[in-house]
């Protein structure tokens, strides 16, 4: 239980639960304005499950992430960034709505299953899945930012 394959598949499979529950507190309003947003968690989630299967030596699993599936990140931010006017001025101190805050728990847990995934090395798990990771947690950050502001709850800079 304390070798470093479980802890990446734990913290993995905690943020899997994690973005149910986000998808879970959204309200409807909101919800129905992040259709693109709850696709792409959708298909995190079953890559998620794919990682996980790469940490325990089944490199050929079903759902493995790919270029495609990181542009499509990638895309989503930038999409987020010039519709909602979430350019970078500062961080912001996690909360605001109920769903935002869900968001910032599943970054931070995203974080902490990268650095976990790192630990297993290239060898283990190919280089598209730890950049997926990466981007992810982006992503996250981003989509607590929209959340907020969809909801019309305001933020507190640090």
Known sequence: KTDDRMEAVGAL???????????CQLSPEISDKLKTETALILRTQRILFAIGAQAVAAPNSANQPTD????ALEKTMDAMVKDHELRFDGFRIPGGCTAAAETHVARCI???AERA????????IPACSLIFLNRLSDFLYLLSRKIN???GTEEKKV
């Open 13 to 23: 499979d905690e943020l899997n639960a994690h973005l149910g529950l986000l998808l």
């Open 68 to 71: 495609e599936d990181i542009k």
């Open 110 to 112: 995203c974080r902490r």
């Open 117 to 124: 995934t790192w630990r297993l090395g290239e060898e283990a």
């Open 149 to 151: 502001a969809l909801a």
